[in-house]
C-alpha cells in the first residue's frame, strides 16, 4: 500500500512517500481503507520527536481517519466489511493514518456520520474529542460565562459549537490574526465585539470588560501565556481547564486564591491503559458526535482538502501547523 513515511524525528523534509504491506488483522481489530485523514497539532510535534513522538509505534504518522471497512477480525462484533466509520487511532493501530490501509481496535471505531464526506468526518475526531472532554471536565452548561483561548483552531471550532448545544449564551474567544478574527466570525458565527486579539497586552481587561467579569469557566487551546490569561480571568469557584500544560506557580497561587479548580485534559489518556474497555470512551465520544451532526444540531466543520495522500501534502500540512496558520481543520484524500 501507499504510505508516507517518517524516515527520521526532526524536520518535516524527512517525510518521503513508500510502498509498505497491507496490514494483517489481529484479534479485536479492523482494519479501514483509509479516505481521508485528518492532520492535528500533535502530528508535527510526534515528527519533531517531542515526548509524545516518543510513544508513537510507527513511523507513519497521523491520528484522524474516515474511511470504510476493508476487513475485520473474527473475534469482533457489530461492525462488519463496508462499514463507513471514524476514529482516533490514538496511537494503538497497526500505524497512523498516514496510510491506506490501517488496523484499528474495535473499540476505538464508531460509524460515519451519514451527513458528512469522508473529508469531514476525518476532522472531527481528535478535535471533537479533545472539545468534549474539555467541556465536560469544566462543567459546562446553560448558565456558564466561557473564555476560550484559541476558538479559531480545529478544537476551537468543536469547543465554541459544543458550548452553544449546550446553551452557553455569554461566550469570548481570541485571535491572533485578521483572518482568524474573519474565520470566527464566518464560520463560528461569533460576534466580533466578543473576539480578542491575544496579542493585545489588556487582553485580561478587555475580556473582564467584553464579560462585565470574571467567566466562570476557561478553556486553554493555546498555552503559555493564554494559559495565565485564563488562570487571571476565572472566577471564585470557577474552573479552568487546558489541553496543554500545566499552570505555573504564579498561576497556580491565583487559581489556589479564587478556590478554583483546574482541570488537565488529556485526551489520549484512555489509550494509555491496558485497559480495553476504558478505549471505548472514544467510540462513545464519536457517537455521540455523529449522532448530533446527522441531527443538525452541529454543524459540519470547516476543512480545508490539501489533495491526494503524499510527501508533499503531509510537508505543506506540517508547515502551516508548525506556523500556527490554520484556521479550523486540514485533511488530504486517498
Not at 234 to 244: E, I, L, N, Q
Request: with cysteine; glycine share 10%; proline share 4%.
Amino acid at each position: 500500500m501507499k504510505a508516507v513515511v517518517l524516515a527520521a524525528h526532526g524536520g518535516a523534509e524527512n517525510f518521503h512517500d513508500a510502498e509498505v504491506p497491507v496490514p494483517g488483522v489481529c484479534a479485536g481489530e479492523v482494519r479501514i481503507r483509509v479516505e481521508a485523514a485528518a492532520f492535528n497539532p500533535v502530528d508535527w510535534q510526534v515528527r519533531a520527536g517531542r515526548p509524545e513522538g516518543r510513544r508513537a509505534r510507527s513511523m507513519i504518522l497521523g491520528r484522524d481517519l474516515s474511511g470504510t471497512i476493508d476487513a475485520v477480525h473474527e473475534s469482533v462484533t457489530g461492525l462488519a466489511v463496508g462499514d463507513a466509520v471514524f476514529c482516533n487511532v490514538c496511537n494503538l493501530g497497526s500505524s497512523g493514518t498516514y496510510a491506506e490501509y490501517v488496523c484499528v481496535p474495535a473499540e476505538l471505531v464508531a460509524r460515519k456520520p451519514a451527513s458528512l464526506t469522508h473529508v469531514q468526518a476525518a476532522a472531527v475526531p481528535v478535535a471533537g474529542i479533545t472539545a468534549s472532554l474539555a467541556l465536560e471536565r469544566a462543567g459546562a452548561g446553560s448558565t456558564t460565562s466561557l473564555f476560550i483561548a484559541g476558538g479559531a483552531g480545529g478544537v476551537g471550532g468543536f469547543a465554541i459549537a459544543l458550548a452553544r448545544q449546550l446553551g452557553v449564551q455569554e461566550l469570548v474567544t481570541t485571535a491572533g490574526s485578521a483572518r482568524s478574527r474573519a474565520h470566527l466570525v464566518a464560520r463560528s458565527a461569533m460576534d466580533d465585539e466578543r473576539i480578542v486579539d491575544y496579542r493585545d497586552p489588556r487582553t485580561v481587561e478587555r475580556a473582564l470588560e467584553i464579560n462585565g467579569g470574571p467567566f466562570d469557566i476557561a478553556l486553554d487551546l493555546v498555552g503559555g501565556p493564554m494559559l495565565s490569561a485564563c488562570c487571571a480571568l476565572v472566577a471564585v469557584d470557577g474552573h479552568v481547564a487546558s489541553v496543554t500544560e500545566a499552570p505555573s506557580r504564579d498561576d497556580f497561587e491565583t487559581l489556589f486564591d479564587r478556590n478554583a479548580t483546574f482541570h488537565p485534559v488529556g485526551a489520549n489518556a484512555y489509550a494509555l491503559t491496558d485497559e480495553r474497555a476504558s478505549w471505548r470512551r472514544y467510540r462513545d465520544l464519536l457517537g455521540r458526535l455523529a449522532r448530533r451532526f446527522d441531527s443538525g444540531v452541529l454543524a459540519p466543520p470547516h476543512v480545508t482538502d490539501l489533495g491526494p495522500m503524499s510527501a508533499e501534502v503531509v510537508r505543506r500540512a506540517h508547515a502551516l501547523l508548525e506556523g500556527n496558520a490554520v484556521q479550523g481543520k486540514l485533511a488530504m484524500t486517498r
